[in-house]
Structures are given as C-alpha cells and as structure tokens.
C-alpha cells in the first residue's frame, strides 16, 4: 500500500512540475491552430532556439523557422505532430516539455461512467408549412482508455418526432425509443468503428388534402428501428418499421363522391444502404377496405376483402413483388327521363386481379345486373385469363403474353320510352380476347386484340396493336437524403499535455467538423464527489459546421486530459435547402472506476447490501439466472465483484456494472452476471461473494442458491409400425439422457383409456410393446412419455428434446405420434330372408346388424328387384332402429319371381370408413296356407317329394349289399 501511495505521488508531482523559467517574463505557448507552432512571449530572435522530438524511441531534431511579432517569436515547425510523440520546446535556458496524445485520452489506462443529453433538432417552416427533425436521447456510459485506444459505450432511451408538410399532405411520426446504443472505438485519436441502434414504438399519423378529397391513415407502430454502424469509411444504415391501423379517404369530383374506408393489416418498410448504395428495399402493405361511390342517382359499394402491395428488392434485384385486390360489392343507379324512368341495379360477384413477381396472373371480373321499371332487360360481364402463350408482334416478334377473355352481354326486353334503350331491343352478346404481354411493368401492353359480337350490329375480327410492347425495366428504390438524415460524430484529433492557458490546437479528425481550442483559467471542478484541477476550455466549429463547445479538461494526475464536462451546440448545413440541422449536447462524468482519485487512507471497503437471483439456475445447462449482487462503496471505487461456483464448475464468475453480462444499466452499484451450470448439481448451495475496489479492500457476504433439477430429456424415439389400427400391437423405442440417471420411463395411454406401461431398460434404449387402445380416435395421436430421473424429478413429455434441454426447442424436434388408422364397420351374418307371396303385394321390412368401435354412421342396401323400379342399382339408406339394428320397409310386388333374389349392404363409419359390400338372398316363395286344395303343382311337387323319401333307403340298403358282396364279408359270416 505504502509503495502504491508513493506512486502515485510521483504521477502527480510529474504532472504539475512548474516550465523551467530563468526569465519570470518568458513563457511558450502551444499554437496548433495553423500548422505546428509555438509562440514564446517576451522573446527576440536572438534567443537560442531548439526543437526535439522522440518519436517510437528515435530522437530527432526537425528544421524549423521563425518569426518575430508584436509579442514576442513564433516558431513554426517542418512535420506535423504524431500520436505518441514526446517533443521538447526550448528557447535559451526555458523548455517546454509536450506529450501527443488524443482527445479525451489521459496517458493512463481509464474506465469512466458518463452521464449523457443530447438532441438533434432540425425545424424550420416554409411556404408549404411546418417540417420538423427532433431526437432527443438520455442515458448513461461507460468510457475505457487503454494504451492507444478509448471504446465507448451509452445505453439509454429517448424520442424521436418527425413532421413532414407538402403543399398536399401531413405526414407525423412519433415513436418513443425504448432502447437507445451506441458504441465507438476511437484509435490514435480517429475514429475506428461506430455502432448506433435505436428501437421503438409510437404512432403514425398521414393526412392529405386537395380541395374536396381527403386522406387519413392512423397507424400504431408497434416496431421501429434505427441501425447505424461505421467501420472506417463505410457507413451501413438499416431502418425498419412495422406498423398497423386504419385508413380513410374521400374524393369529390364533380358530383360524384368516392369514399374509402379500411383496415391496414401490415405496414411494413425495411431498408438498408452500404456505403451510398441501397442494398435492401422492402415495403409492404396488407389490410382490407371498403369503397363506395356514389351521386345523386348512383352509388357502387365495393369490399376489397384483401389488398396487397409487396415489393422487395436486394442489390438493385427485385425479387418478391406482389399486387393482389380482391372483393366483390353492388350497384346501382336510376336514369330518370321526361317519359321513363329505369332502375339498374347489379352485383359485382368477383373482383380479383394479382400481379406476382412482375407478371399478371389473374384478372377476373364477374358482373351481373338488371333494368327494371319502364325498361327490363339484364346484363353482365366476365373476364378471366384464359390461357397463357406466345403472340407475335408488329414487329414478327414473339411476346410471351395472357389471353384476356372477356364476355359481355346486354339483354333489353323492352325500352318502354327509355332513350338508354334506343336501338337496342333484343340481345347484344360480345367476346373479346386480348393478348397481353405478361411482364407488368411494360407500357402498351395489348399486343393483339380479338373480337366477336351478335346482336343488331354483329361483327367480328382480329387487330395487331403498333409498337407493342414497350420493353420497360422496373426501377430500384435509390438512396434518398430525409429529414434527419446527417451524420454527427464528435470531434477528434490530437492533443497535447500538459497544456497551460493560452494554448490553441485544433481537432481536425472529424471530417468536415474541426473544432479549434483555446484553453482557458484553470480552476477546481467536482468530478465524482473530488474536486479536482482542471482547465477550462472553448472551442468553435468550422469547415461545412459553425457552433461552439465549452468544457473543463482535468489538469492534473492520472486522469490528466480526461474531459470532466463538455457542452457541444453544432449548425450543420442540410443539403441544398439552406436550412440547418442543430446538434446539442450535455456530457459529464459521473462515476471515475479507474484509476482512483482518492488515497489510501481515506478509503472505506465496499459493503454487500443485498444478493438477488433473477428466474432458476437449473442443472445440465437446463435454465440460466441473472445474479444481481448491489454494492454500496462511498467512494465509488470498487474495481470486482466475483463469486466462487467452482462448486458448479464454472470456477470463479466475475460480475459487470457495465452493461456486459446481463447488466441493465451501467454505473448503478447493482454488478451482475448470467449463471449457468452444466453439473449434476442441485438443491440448496452457498457460495460467498467478494467486493473488492482500487485499494484491495475486500468484503465478502455468503448466500445460497436454489440449483433445480432439469429432469430427463427423451432424445430419439422409435414407434414401429407408425400406422396401425386399434387393438393392434406395436413396439416403442425410446432414448432418454439424464446425467444423475434415468430411473424409469413410462408410456401413459390413460387419456386414451389405456394403462400406464412401464418401458424396460436395455443398453441404454427403453422398449415395450403395447397395444393400441379402442378408445384413440383414427388420424394422428400424440403419445405422453413420463420420464423420472434417480433424483425422482420426472416429466412428461409428447416430443423429443434434441437439444438435450427442456427450455430450448430444436428445429428437429418431432411429436411422439401414431397414425391410427380406422377400420371400417362390421356386418353381421344375416340368414335368407323368407319372403311369402299370395298373389298379392306385400310388405316386407328388411333388418341387418352392423357394429364400428367409432360408431356406425349409415347402413345402405340395393335390394334389386324389391326396388322402386329403376331404382335396382341405387344405394338406399337404412333407419337405425336400435341394438346395432339397421331397416328398410318395402312394397313387394306380386310379380316378382318366386326364387331367390341378392340384397347388398354396405355400412359407413363417423369418420367415413366405408365395408367391403355383403351380400346375402331374399327368397320369394309361394305362401302355404293350413286349409283348402293345393295347386295341382304344388302337389306334384309334394307327391315327389314324398316317393323320394321312400324311394331313398331302398336305394342305399341296395348300395349296402352291393358293398357287402364285393368286400367278401359274406363269404367270411359263412366260414364262421
């Protein structure tokens, strides 16, 4: 401590050593303004004049000349200063000792928080009304100065308003930026890199006026973004706006009034320019509307159920574009005359016209309407692309074109006094085929028209249309400068220390923006609690800017050329309309990291106030927590703040209050880190946390964490077969990774009314068979895995985790399904039906059983002959009647013939699974009756019937003998 105190007294008795000065009189000021040169106050030429400079460890002595003035000499150096140089001015016995570096660099690494307002403004009114540019940021920011370089970051929020007025048209943009950002890297004292974004969300609002017509868009914009980066001389510029809302507009024109109301779905612009050129173009506009027109006696009401206008373009291609309209609406109008009156009212059926990626690929129209009153009659209108082809032009060219057929046809009944109606009595029927390129950005694009028309004046013919088509290339979108549209950097160059008042050097790295400086009286400035020795400092702008800055520069210590405030007000010309863009900002430090500016002794250690875990820390890298650990430290010093989870194997975490690593906002004593662990850890830890500042002086405070337990991950699945039909078996494989183990993995088929089937462990897969449960619908059924680690965590799941995480879904990932597939209905057996006739018709109720797991929709049957005639080869449906019963009732002819007749049925499931047909027979037989005389034939019938029953077991006692005979067992009964 003793040896760190002593070192920094050295720095500060270095820094502020008094210029040798043997003449009080004498003194050398540093004069950067014009080129590299000193004035030396109270001096003559006869003096001894000498220049040294140490430039990468070489000593050097330049040629120099000088010239006398009113006060004194002025020495005028050959080169030009560098970054790093060390350059020694002396004028006989008095030297000046100067050390190059940059501005807003001390000579000793650095890390500062800031605190930062700025505005750009840029409003003025003409002869077409008020236009106005207005971003207003506030935030805070993080400097570090280390060797040659400063990298600078500032994190806040902010507003940006826009008001743009033609002689016509309004058009307000206001957006509140959530999320403003910007980071620089500044090396050698010039600009090396810059990063801008800014996102948001406000309102729109677009109003437009010429005489009677008006339109007004209302518009939430729910996204905007602002994107601006800079890598030496490349400027990237991206924006994006994503917005919707409603639109209204109206259009008189003469006595007719058109008004427009609809909705605007998407309203979506992106662009972005590389280096001058634009390489990206989208805009985009989707929603719906209604028209309606209308006059004294007319009125058209249009739906537009979908517009679409979609244009991208990328590197001067354009390659999406789309024009779509869609809809459909009436109308109607009177013509009213001194001797009849007529109404016409119609139906506009299908309005739809779509241009995609340049090229026309539908044009429908559908009209129908009607005349009535003193005149009737109808008419209509039809057009389609009919066919797509090839035509030749006049010049014998071929043109690749759409066939455009349009029908149009007027039916007048009777004109009844109607003038609309002279001549025309009757039918009046037109065709007409026009052949038009398909490209359709190019002009005059009907190459060929064909016509043919009946009615009073029929004709017909084809005509080729002169210097058709003219090829014509869509343009791309070009850069345009907007309202706003500047580039402000702050300024930039080369300083030299320690300065003195009087001394004037120019930062000139900034292009088009140099800033002259004069340091000013020194004085004590409050910089993070300290007073502390700076210069005051003005400067004015020049080259394509005018403005001035004020500030105070630190004199003294480490921090020696640190900027403790500035104050920048910049006009910058906007191009050729000679109205400027305003530039205002508010800088100051707030907080010094490092160095210290305060000792030793009067250092007080930080103090852990309080330890807070933002969301779970969940184990094999299963979820992340935010530990957010607030430090109060009365000198504003604490350089770290780390933990110990080598417990969780991430050794020690270093925690940020600069923005990094999951911290909100920079420079607010609350330091935080992203934990993550990829262990088999879990339950309740403790870990200590350590503060430590500048000094080495260390706290600490113990706390614990709640690590959960991720539980498995199923990684792979096999399902074999992937279709099959219920109360069929299948084979499910499984792969599921825990590192603590995977205790048991079971397949859950309850909400199916199934079991719950424990799988079984082999080389790492789980398989069982199963069986597919009666009550899973046919299609496509997800299957639920539980999963159940050593630990006793356990999930369920119904996909894979191929990312090995819960929290994180893979594009890979796949649903654990079956396709069930569905069986159709079963009918069941059904004996002859016995069909009695008595010479008279009869009826007869056919019945037939048919059963389906998923319940059987219908029951149809061809009963053939005992069909409506005509009727034999038609399906007819059933009734249910209950009990898996299915009937139709039917009137028997008497003529039908005695015999058997085929019936086919053939049943249909809920999810229209249709049976293979059944068929079975209807016999038709003669009714018997117990009483009377029988047909003569039916009794020839039974008297053969009869004579066969004797005759029969005469016939097979006979058969029986024959067979006794021949195989000698009569031989054998005489031998006994």
Known sequence: MRSRALLLVCVFVMAVIPVTNAQPNVSIIIDWNDGHSYKVLGANSDGDVVVEITRNGSIFFPE???????????????ISPEYGDEITVMYDDIHRDIRVTAWNQPLFDHEVTTKTNWQIDQSWEDETGPQEYRLNFSGQGWQKGFESEIQTWELGEGDLTMLQTTNESTTFLSLLLESIWMNQSIQFGQLKSQFFDAKGNGNLTITASNNSDGLSIQASVSQANINRSQIGDIIDEYQKLEANGTMSMSIQEDESLTEIDGEIAVL????????????????QLEGQADFIVSDESTRMDLSLDLFSLIERWEND?????????????????TDEEDNASVNVNGTVVDFHNKIENGFWVIDDLHVDGQISGDASGSFGVVRSIEQTGKQLNDSNVLIDVVVIHQEDWFNLTGAGGWSGGDGLVGSTHNESWSYDAVNSDWENRTVKIKWRQTGPDPSTGEEIKERSPVIKDPEPPEVQQLLGDVIINREQGLVPLPLQTGDKFVLDKQHDLPLSIEIGQSMMHAVDGHDISCYAWNGTYSGGATGQAIGVLISEGPLEGLNGYISRSIELPFDDIEQDVVFNENQSIERILSPSVVSGADNSPPEIMQIHLEGSIINEGGGQGILQITVDDVDFNTQSVTVDFTALGLGVISLSDKGLTGDKVIGDDVWTAIIGTE??????????????????????????????????????FEIIPTSLARGDMAVINVHAIDDNGVSSVWLDLREYGGERLLLQEENGIWASSFTIPNDMNPGKRVLTIELIDEAGKSIFVTTTQKSGQHHLEHNDDEELSVMVLN???TIAEQDPYVIEMNNQNQEYTFSIQSSDLDGVQSVEAKLGVFSIPGNEDTWQQLTY????????????????????HEIQYRATDVFGSTSTIYSTVAKVVEETGDNGAMDSDVLSNNQLTYIGLFILPLIALGVVFVLIGRSGIAQKFKDL
Not at 64 to 78: A, L, M
Not at 268 to 283: A, F
Not at 882 to 893: A, K, L, M
């Open 679 to 716: 262990s088999i850890i879990f339950g309740e830890k403790e870990f200590t946390a350590i503060a430590i500042d500048a000094f080495g002086a260390t706290t600490s405070s113990n706390f614990t964490l709640e690590i959960g337990n991720q539980a498995p991950r199923l990684t792979q």
């Open 881 to 900: 009647v209950g009990n898996d019963t299915w009937s139709i009732s039917v009137t028997v002819r008497k003529g039908v013939n005695i015999g058997s």
């Open 64 to 78: 120099f000349e000088i010239q006398n003035f009113s006060e004194g000499i002025k020495i005028t150096v050959s």
């Open 823 to 825: 069986t159709a209905p």
């Open 317 to 333: 291609s354009r390659v999406v574009q789309l024009y779509e309209l869609d809809g459909d609406g009436t109308f109607g109008f």
């Open 268 to 283: 979506y612009i992106e662009t972005r320019d590389v280096g001058g050129q634009r390489v990206l173009d989208h805009s």
